[in-house]
């Protein structure tokens, strides 16, 4: 085999620090590229889509089924959307200073089991 296919053969593979599940270097041609980008597009399509749906329907939601007045009814909603803007950039942060995003992902989503278990809620009815 002659120094020209080694090079073709060790283009092959990706030669950073990427790995497949089994641990071993992937094929390039299988990694990244267009596949990594649509599905991060849609992820973010989706993400919009519902944010702006729920933000839309919320105020309907707190004036008529609540029964809050108008100007609750906006604060309210502009706390939420404050929060849900915010959040990433403190996630963003506690992650990649002290963390990880492994670590952070699990303690977030304990928290977010924590706060909306049922024990803790109050029923408003």
């Not at 990427?18 to 991060?40: E, L, N, Q, Y």
């Not at 309907?60 to 929060?83: F, G, P, Q, R």
């Not at 942060?93 to 952070?104: C, E, K, Q």
């Amino acid at each position: 085999m002659g120094l020209g296919a080694m090079e073709d053969d060790d283009e092959r593979w990706v030669h950073d620090s990427s790995v497949d599940h089994r641990r071993r270097p992937p094929f390039r041609a299988t990694t990244g590229s267009w596949k990594a980008a649509m599905f991060i597009i849609l992820i973010e399509f989706s993400e919009r889509l519902s944010y702006f749906g729920i933000s839309t329907s919320l105020m309907i939601y707190l004036t008529k089924v609540l029964h809050e007045e108008m100007k609750v009814a906006a604060e309210n909603v502009n706390y939420w959307m404050s929060v849900t803007t915010l959040m990433p950039l403190l996630g963003g942060f506690v992650a990649d200073g002290y963390l990880g995003r492994f670590y952070t992902v699990i303690l977030s989503t304990v928290i977010y089991l924590l706060v909306s278990s049922p024990c803790s809620s109050s029923h408003i009815i």
